[in-house]
């Protein structure tokens, strides 16, 4: 939410530092990117309490609902050649080389996401919670994105995106929201793993020694 606030506040009044956030990042993130964030952070502040109910969820719910249909309607935007004007409601002005579009990867995720938090307290017969499975498929883009800058490997920015590719400070805050909604049911899942004092938390932290 501070960040979508920040970044929005950075369109309004017209300060690069804000929308770029990051010092060397040279795209800035879109304002509707930053209404996503706000609206999921808002969204997952309403449903991270698990006896949360009546008005407080419906909320969360039509929060996260918002923000997985402006993520279809800009896949739609990109898959048949529409102009619907999502990207460039909140601009006060062009961003340079960089017009105003919410990346391919970033619509994918927040679509995810948004179902993720619409499907947060389900669980099916076998124990598997479908929110957890949307989440870390939303992960997966920011991942890459993060993993391709820091080898220096573009090719892995742009797998998804194509010309348009996920800010860096885009996919710093998408692993910090994911992060959050994993954690917001933290007895199931991996999470109840990581929690644990199980093998497979031992298991997680010779993996996490190693990889350091």
Request: charged residues 15%; glycine residues 12%; contains cysteine.
């Amino acid at each position: 939410m501070t960040v979508g606030s920040l970044v929005l506040m950075g369109w309004v009044l017209d300060i690069a530092a804000l929308r770029t956030f990051i010092p060397g990042v040279t795209n800035p993130m879109v304002a509707s990117t930053a209404t996503c964030f706000l609206l999921t952070g808002f969204s997952l502040w309403l449903l991270a309490n698990d006896k949360g109910a009546g008005r407080r969820r419906w909320a969360g719910v039509a929060s996260a609902v918002t923000v997985a249909l402006i993520g279809l309607l800009k896949l739609s935007e990109y898959a048949f050649g529409l102009d619907l004007g999502i990207d460039q409601t909140l601009l006060t002005k062009d961003a340079g080389p960089f017009p105003g579009q919410m990346a391919i990867p970033s619509a994918i995720s927040f679509v995810l996401i948004g179902a993720a938090l619409v499907l947060l307290d389900m669980e099916r017969p076998s124990g598997r919670a479908p929110a957890e499975t949307l989440t870390l498929m939303a992960a997966l883009f920011p991942l890459l994105g993060l993993v391709g800058r820091l080898y220096d490997v573009p090719t892995l920015s742009r797998l998804v995106g194509g010309t348009v590719v996920m800010a860096l400070h885009t996919a710093v805050t998408f692993s910090v929201v994911c992060a959050g909604i994993l954690a917001a049911r933290p007895s199931r899942g991996i999470m109840r793993i990581v929690g644990s004092d199980g093998p497979g938390r031992l298991l997680l932290g010779r993996l996490h020694g190693l990889a350091a």
